[in-house]
């Protein structure tokens, strides 16, 4: 069963940092675009960042995140990253990754073949 599962959310102060974790299961990511979407309570999904297939390519699609968020990933582990920094409230949001069947990013989560359950990110103080 092809399968992402995303790890890593939990509750963070405003400037704290998390890491997220995307890890595929029945299939390797080696060949796959990944992309980091969110969605906040009441909003529509949007997405965040996106790597290509050879990590040579990143793309950041929101801009209030450059600087602070940071994918990347790690084929051998299968596994793809969200690093966020000095985190704002406006960042709370469920943190979705898929993977799309290409080696290049696009911002349309229609293109993407495979997504995962999610990880709620909450910035509270």
């Known amino acids: 069963q092809l399968q992402l599962v995303e790890s890593g959310g939990g509750l963070v102060q405003p400037g704290g940092s998390l890491r997220l974790s995307c890890a595929a299961s029945?299939?390797?990511?080696?060949?796959?675009?990944i992309g980091w979407f969110r969605q906040a309570p009441g909003k529509e999904r949007e997405g965040v960042s996106c790597?290509?297939?050879?990590?040579?390519?990143?793309?950041n699609y929101v801009e209030y995140v450059m600087g602070r968020f940071t994918i990347s990933r790690d084929n051998a582990k299968n596994t793809v990253y969200l690093q966020m920094n000095s985190l704002k409230t406006e960042d709370k949001a469920v943190y979705y990754c898929?993977?799309?069947?290409?080696?290049?990013?696009?911002?349309?989560?229609?293109?993407?073949?495979?997504w995962g359950q999610g990880t709620q990110v909450t910035v509270s103080s």
């Open positions: 898929a993977a799309r069947g290409d080696s290049s990013c696009t911002r349309g989560a229609m293109m993407y073949n495979y």
């Open positions: 029945g299939f390797t990511l080696d060949y796959y675009a």
């Open positions: 790597i290509s297939s050879s990590g040579g390519s990143i793309i």
